[in-house]
């Protein structure tokens, strides 16, 4: 009797142990927003204390030229999550405006567009975002939630469908064109008093004026006021907001316990998924300013709200793999930890100090163009039994490759369009030791900026600045004139010869060479020409020129530029809103988190 019951209890334990063998990875993506590289103690800062950070690290692999694909959240994010350079989605710059600005205008993520996490909802993976999006909600009307990211692949989606910025707390000042607002406010205030002015002059019996005059004057200010105050003054309403999925939960949102929502609602997002494959993309709103004030960590760093942000910041991703590892999922999920781009080092004001990041050796910062400061951002991958602990990879990797080594993990073998990534699982196992990014683009907007070259058989690593950020005022470095460096026209300093750089032997991008330095230089400048010819054979004619009526016979979808005025301002009828627009107004009830 007893033999048939073992061989059952065996035969069963055998298929348990199949399912577990053959159950596919699970995935948590962590995003800090803003991040220097300089800032983690593991890529070489001994003042700001990151344990957590650093165990990753020392329990997985290192990578040291992770690089984004732009160095502005919007750009960036979007080439990470569809692995291709925004330019493909639409979402490069042509000017002014380099980033999304408003939750009430139009552009974002085109629907077209596939993400890593629609790749995976079609292998039957549970997918989550948490965090912040900055890729768009409406298209045509409010509610058609086009944009979202429900429409991208994410089942659930809980947090900032814009992003944490200064307007979102009171005295912080404002972030969105706030040379544009100070020109609307001084015709507002021009136009009143002109008006109050020929009032008391008609009044007065001083002037003859026509009733009818007045009238308009009146009516053009009464309309100044509006197109300056309903967009701008009612910032923190319309764009500082929270989602659960497409329904609006609190508007405006409270900054004060938002790191601690958004940390539980991983937390709650992971446990509840244990039992089958899931994607968690956790997106943080630090350390982007305003820089939270959280008591637990006020006050307990050496570099002010910065330091407290980044060791707060350190704490929440040490809580992440804490509940990993104490669901048991430890050796079956691959933990990855970056950065959208590099810290913002125009920020800062006299009382708080620094409020962006440090970039290291790197030169530049966000919003730089194709400088390292700006662009190289730490990349960590923990997957303990599948990765050797304490590898370091030195060869360059882009955020782009997120999505092939997802596909590639997720088992998805169904053809896809022009990817710009690559899987990186062969080099985070050691199987082989050259990056197959042989050459990587670095855009400023639609503009390429700059291309590095890793030639086959050389550890040098050159590259090749075409134009480069006007710093002001002059000799400093960055713009801190205009808070943060643009891409087109008087702003930037085309280069003829390109400058040029060895990164392998000058990282900081200090000594530019030349023929007499440089053996290889004329076939350094060669070889790389040759390669953005290749390249822009890629590009529709329409992503290229930034024209948004032209055809072109290219296998991509002509993708519309989502980055036009049209497109960034401010719509009413593309607002979201909780409650009956223009009284837009709630607050979560956080009893039923």
């Known amino acids: 009797m007893r033999s048939p019951v073992l061989a059952h209890f065996l035969f069963y334990l055998v298929l348990a142990a199949g399912d577990e063998i053959d159950r596919k990875p699970n995935f948590v993506m962590m995003m800090v927003d803003d991040l220097g590289i300089g800032d983690i103690g593991c890529y070489g800062n001994d003042t700001i204390r990151t344990p957590n950070i650093d165990q990753l690290a020392s329990e997985g692999v290192k990578l040291t030229q992770h690089i984004a694909a ?22 490069g710059s042509t000017g002014y405006v380099q980033v999304l600005l408003f939750l009430g205008g139009s552009g974002g993520l085109p629907p077209s567009e596939t993400t890593f996490a629609k790749r995976l909802q079609q292998q039957g993976y549970t997918t989550g975002l948490v965090g912040k999006w900055h890729l768009g909600v409406n298209c045509k009307q409010r509610g058609d939630h086009c944009h979202h990211p429900n429409q991208h692949g994410f089942s659930y989606f809980y947090g900032l469908p814009f992003t944490l910025f200064n307007d979102c707390v009171s005295g912080e000042g404002s972030d969105v064109l706030a040379d544009f607002q100070h020109a609307l406010r ?11 002015t020929l009032v008391c002059v008609y009044m007065c ?13 009146f009516f053009a200010s009464i309309l100044a006021t509006s197109v300056w105050y309903m967009p701008f003054k009612l910032l923190p309403t319309w764009n500082c907001i929270l989602m659960r999925d497409q329904e609006v939960i609190e508007q405006p949102m409270t900054v004060e316990t938002l790191p601690q929502r958004l940390l539980g609602e991983a937390q709650h997002f992971i446990k509840r998924n244990v039992d089958h494959p899931f994607l968690l993309f956790f997106s943080l709103a630090h350390i982007h300013t305003p820089l939270f004030k959280t008591p637990a960590f006020a006050g307990k760093s050496r570099h002010g709200r910065y330091g407290d942000n980044i060791e707060e910041v ?3 991703i040490g809580k992440i793999t804490e509940t990993v590892d104490s669901l048991s999922l430890t050796n079956n999920t691959l933990m990855y930890f970056t950065s959208d781009h590099g810290g913002h080092l125009e920020d800062a004001d006299p009382i708080t100090g620094q409020k962006g990041g440090w970039n290291g050796i790197y030169k530049g910062g966000k ?12 990349g960590i991958f923990r997957w303990p039994g599948r990765l050797d602990a304490g590898r370091v990879v030195d060869e360059p990797t882009s955020l782009m490759d997120v999505y092939p080594t997802l596909k590639y993990l997720a088992k998805d073998t169904q053809p896809d369009r022009q990817s710009d990534g690559y899987n990186l699982m062969p080099l985070l196992e050691g199987k082989v030791e050259r990056s197959e990014h042989e050459f990587l683009f670095h855009y400023c907007g639609v503009n390429l900026n700059a291309v590095r070259w890793h030639p086959a058989g050389s550890d040098s690593i050159f590259k090749v600045h075409f134009f480069t950020p006007n710093f002001s005022p002059p000799g400093a470095g960055g713009c801190y004139d205009t808070k943060v460096c643009l891409c087109h026209g008087d702003h930037v300093t085309h280069h003829n010869p390109p400058l040029l750089y060895d ?5 900081s991008e200090s000594s530019p060479l030349t023929p007499d330095t440089e053996p290889r230089y004329v076939e350094i400048l060669e070889q790389t020409a040759k390669a953005v010819e290749r390249h822009q054979n890629t590009l529709t004619h329409q992503q290229v020129s930034g024209d948004t009526h032209s055809e072109s016979n ?5 993708i519309q530029n989502q980055m036009t005025w049209e497109k960034i301002l401010w719509r009413p009828w593309l607002q979201p809103c909780c409650g009956t627009f223009p009284f837009c107004g709630c607050k979560e009830d956080t009893k039923q988190i």
Do not use: K, Q
């Not at 919007?74 to 692995?83: D, E, K, V, W, Y």
């Not at 730089?368 to 730490?378: L, Q, S």
């Not at 990164?503 to 990282?507: A, E, K, R, S, V």
């Open 186 to 196: 001084s015709l507002t205030m021009f136009l009143g008093v002109g008006l109050l």
């Open 314 to 316: 350190d704490w929440i």
């Open 367 to 378: 919003a730089m163009g194709g400088w390292e400061g700006g662009i190289r951002v730490p």
């Open 70 to 91: 732009a160095p502005l959240c919007t750009p960036s994010r979007a080439a990470f999550m569809t692995g291709r350079y925004a330019l493909r989605s639409g979402l």
């Open 554 to 558: 290219s296998e991509e979808h002509n």
């Open 205 to 217: 019996g001083l002037l003859e004026l026509s009733l009818w005059l007045l009238v308009a004057l």
């Open 503 to 507: 990164l392998f032997h000058d990282p």
